[in-house]
């Protein structure tokens, strides 16, 4: 049986994460979030101590490396050499981390398999950068989200902020850190952040978060 694929793709802070846990509800499928198993691998160089710049030393670790998803009361959790890592992956340094290494093509292929394994098996909203373009291009609906860069850091630092995770960050250096991100993730060589084709574009920098799950709902047919 042939399985129900949507994806969602689009640069850092612009709310896919959100959108695609109120769509999979919505629709009922799993919310598969792929920024999370970079920043899982992430979370393992930085414990470890790998210069994260240093491709040879991050693809030598590959083999050590087992991750794993569970899903706890419809939350994505990530599972990190058996431990659940989940609360660990958002911060800073770790979105730095997994932007440099989700450069490298031994660690796509090493997720790649994972996220293909899990879209055929389950009907699943994927986010990420390369979903609609490299990992499902098959995909029935293609959403890709865009916003303006200071208000992706606007809604990062509130977020934070909510959190108690600003660690000292002034909202300008996070607005500096999203252009930096989105620079690497779209120049980089495999898999960059870059529209499908047949990928519908909403720019979000002006709606609410209703307002653009009322927008991806309406692309979405045959659920
Ligand atoms: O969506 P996010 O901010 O959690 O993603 C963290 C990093 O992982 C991002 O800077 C780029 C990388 N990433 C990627 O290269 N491909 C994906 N499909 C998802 C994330």
Do not use: W
């Not at 499902?136 to 609906?141: R, S």
Request: with cysteine; glycine share 8%.
């Amino acid at each position: 049986m042939k399985h129900i694929n949507i994806t969602i793709d689009g640069p850092s802070g612009v709310g896919k994460t959100t959108l695609a846990n109120i769509t999979a509800k919505r629709f009922n499928c799993i919310h598969v979030d792929t920024g999370a198993m970079f920043r899982t691998f992430a979370i393992y160089f930085d414990k470890k101590g790998t210069d994260e710049e240093n491709e040879q030393a991050v693809c030598a670790e590959l083999s050590n490396i087992d991750i794993g998803i569970k899903y706890i009361d419809g939350e994505q959790h990530m599972i990190l050499n058996g431990e659940d890592v989940t609360g660990l992956i958002r911060t800073e340094r770790i979105s730095h981390v997994a932007s440099v290494i989700s450069r490298y093509g031994n660690v796509r292929d090493e997720l790649l398999k994972l996220q293909r394994k899990l879209a055929a098996e389950n009907n699943v909203i994927m986010d990420g950068r390369d979903i609609g373009t490299v990992v499902l291009p098959d995909a029935g609906t293609k959403i890709f989200l865009t916003a303006r860069p200071e208000v992706r850091a606007k809604r990062r630092y509130d977020e934070l902020k909510a959190k108690g995770k600003l660690e000292g960050a002034e909202l300008s250096d996070i607005e500096k850190d999203i252009i930096e991100r989105d620079f690497r993730d779209s120049h980089r060589e495999i898999a960059p952040l870059v529209p499908a084709k047949d990928a519908v574009i909403i720019d979000t920098s002006d709606l609410s978060i209703d307002e653009v799950a009322e927008r991806i709902a309406g692309e979405i047919h045959g659920c």
